[in-house]
């Protein structure tokens, strides 16, 4: 298959947004009998068909993942101060996010597209002209890994965290299991975790163990220790991480504090989005969402980091710090990061040294391995601030390893998502989390569906904020 920039000619049926699933009115229409429309079984008729849908699926997941998905839980913690000229991102920080916000309806938009598009290639493998059983199965386990990660955040974006009920049968997202447009039920947080880790046992029997740009067997690995960390199952996403890390995909870079690199892929990515350089001077980027409320030039940086998270990061200088800035413009004093100022850069999403984080946690946690994470908070810190000054002691306790991964997560992580998802996971165990101010489980920490989805069948969150 091409590169994942690769020029597709994609046909408009396989393209339908998801977010027009609640629209009866379409759903009554019949084609018209002439003109350009073009039905699936006609699109879709040899392998090479179905490698291009599954490569147009990589394609508008580039486009959910190029900060779009990532922002919307930065913004709700406590990292970042009051979004500067955006409305939509205002409503998400004052937890008060309606049927009508763009910036959540448009990532949850694309990345139903991804799972559709997904769906449409599982949908056909036994209907296209060659393709031998064993790329067939390599296509459709890339398919499940997408469908997998797509469902994974959304449950987490807008369902409460897993722990919210005992038995997690609270409302969790709806599951596309084919390419129907129709309406649906909301499944519970159970039967979406479920689901996410049943496409991903599909997606490690049957990957490439190392891939360059598409999903490998690691790549499931790394998700499936995410999941299983969000679920509580420490002892499996520690066996988890270990098997990624110790498989030579990825490896920590001691020289370099920001991973959003280019046009050099970082060896910390384990599954990653690519900016794909045709030519000098011509790139197709997919770093938008990040670079475009991020960039540190001028006075109107939307995304600027808190009083409380400038406080903590710089507290103790080093390299690290140096990606966080203070600005003064007309008097008002504000924080930016430069980490997201590259012009082009790739997007790892699951990477080294995330899984070394949570890894980390997990054994302090589970009471096993603790020279080892010992040793791996140690090297970043290392990094972080350009020496052993702040490393943790040999005899460090299993509390102090869990702060310490902690700690570090939510500066090594910033802005990616990780400290909301970690903040609601640790109070679903029942820890007393406060974020600015409210409840780790209020209404609010949830972001509200798009009026499409309203039904009968689909009940929306509560309103209200916290």
């Avoid at 296509?139 to 890994?145: C, D, I, L, N």
């Avoid at 900016?275 to 109107?300: I, K």
């Avoid at 600027?304 to 140096?322: H, I, K, N």
């Avoid at 209020?442 to 904020?465: I, K, R």
Wanted: charged letters at 20%; hydrophobic letters at 40%.
């Amino acid at each position: 298959m091409k590169k994942l920039a690769a020029k597709l000619t994609l046909l408009p049926i396989l393209f339908i947004a998801v977010a027009t699933v609640s629209c009866e009115g379409l759903l009554e229409q019949e084609p018209p009998d002439t003109g350009d429309n073009i039905l699936p079984e006609d699109a879709v008729r040899t392998f090479r068909d179905l490698e291009q849908v599954l490569i147009s699926a990589y394609d508008v997941l580039a486009n959910t993942y190029n900060g779009s998905v990532q922002n919307l839980p930065s913004v709700i913690i406590d990292d970042l101060d009051r979004p500067f000229n955006q409305d939509n991102y205002n409503e998400i920080w004052l937890r008060s996010t309606n049927i009508f916000n763009g910036a959540v309806g448009g990532a949850f938009g694309n990345a139903y597209i991804a799972i559709l598009r997904a769906n449409t290639v599982m949908q056909n493998l036994d209907n296209v002209e060659g393709g031998e059983p064993s790329e067939k199965l390599r296509v459709e386990a890339e398919a499940r890994f997408i469908r997998a990660l797509c469902h994974f955040d959304l449950v987490r974006l807008f369902a409460q965290p897993w722990g919210f009920t005992p038995d997690n049968s609270h409302p969790g997202v709806a599951l596309r299991t084919t390419t129907d447009v129709e309406n649906a039920p909301r499944n519970t947080v159970a039967e979406v975790y479920n689901f996410v880790l049943s496409d991903l046992e599909f997606a490690k029997q049957h990957l490439p163990d190392i891939t360059d740009v598409y999903a490998s067997r690691q790549a499931a690995l790394g998700l499936e220790a995410l999941v299983r960390f969000q679920r509580h199952e420490y002892d499996l996403a520690y066996s988890l991480c270990n098997e990624v890390l110790n498989s030579g995909a990825a490896s920590f870079d001691p020289n370099n504090v920001n991973m959003f690199s280019f046009p050099q892929v970082s060896s910390e990515a384990v599954f990653y989005i690519y900016s794909f350089e045709f030519e000098p001077g011509n790139v197709d980027s997919r770093n938008g969402a990040f670079r475009g409320n991020y960039l540190s030039e001028g006075a109107n940086v939307t995304l600027r980091m808190s009083q409380e998270f400038w406080d903590e990061v710089t507290s103790t200088g080093g390299p690290r710090a140096d990606l966080f800035e203070e600005r003064v413009v007309d008097e008002n004093v504000f924080y930016v990061t430069n980490k997201f100022d590259a012009e082009f850069f790739h997007i790892p999403v699951i990477s080294y040294t995330q899984l070394m984080l949570v890894r980390a946690e997990c054994a302090g946690v589970i009471g096993t391995g603790l020279s080892e994470a010992i040793e791996d908070i140690n090297r970043i810190r290392e990094r972080a601030y350009g020496g052993i000054i702040n490393n943790l002691s040999n005899s460090a306790t299993a509390q102090q390893v869990i702060e310490a991964a902690r700690f570090e997560s939510r500066f090594e992580m910033a802005f990616t998502g990780q400290r909301f998802h970690d903040l609601k996971r640790r109070g679903a165990q029942g820890e007393d989390i406060i974020v600015r101010g409210a409840p780790w489980d209020c209404p609010g920490m949830v972001l509200q569906f798009p009026a499409t989805e309203e039904t009968d069948l689909f009940p929306l969150n509560p309103s209200g904020g916290c």
